[in-house]
Nanobody, 123 residues
Framework: QVQVVESGGGLVQAGDSLRLSCAAS????????MGWFRQAPGKEREFVAA????????YYADSVKGRFTTSRDNAKNTVYLQMNTLKPEDTAVYYC????????????????WGQGTQVTVSS
């Protein structure tokens, strides 16, 4: 079992920045990935960014590419999502997930999920 806890959400104005953190604990034998997804009211959960632990490959949704950056701290088993130039359309509950996906952008390939952290961007 892997436990996933995300934090760092809040209320900000358009153009501001936030950094989300996601810590994974438990046994993570072998290579795994950690992904970021978000869900706005009335919408499906969508892919935001992901990091493959081995090699550090990163992936981004077109909507956030160039604004968001995901990175890791190996010693802490923690991944970060640095969100810059936030827009009102970024408002959503952000979820961190861990697993062993073949395709790290697909939410259904992640087995372990955090409870989410709210990000609200006002205009």
């Amino acid at each position: 079992q892997v436990q996933v806890v995300e934090s760092g959400g809040g209320l900000v104005q358009a153009g501001d920045s936030l950094r989300l953190s996601c810590a994974a604990s438990g046994r993570t034998f072998g290579s795994y990935a950690m992904g970021w997804f978000r869900q706005a009211p009335g919408k499906e959960r969508e892919f935001v960014a992901a990091m493959r632990w081995s090699g550090g490959n990163t992936y981004y949704a077109d909507s956030v590419k160039g604004r968001f950056t995901t990175s890791r701290d190996n010693a802490k088993n923690t991944v970060y999502l640095q969100m810059n130039t936030l827009k009102p359309e970024d408002t959503a509950v952000y979820y961190c997930a861990a697993g062993f996906p073949n395709n790290a952008t697909l939410l259904y390939e992640y087995a372990y999920w955090g409870q989410g952290t709210q990000v609200t961007v006002s205009s």
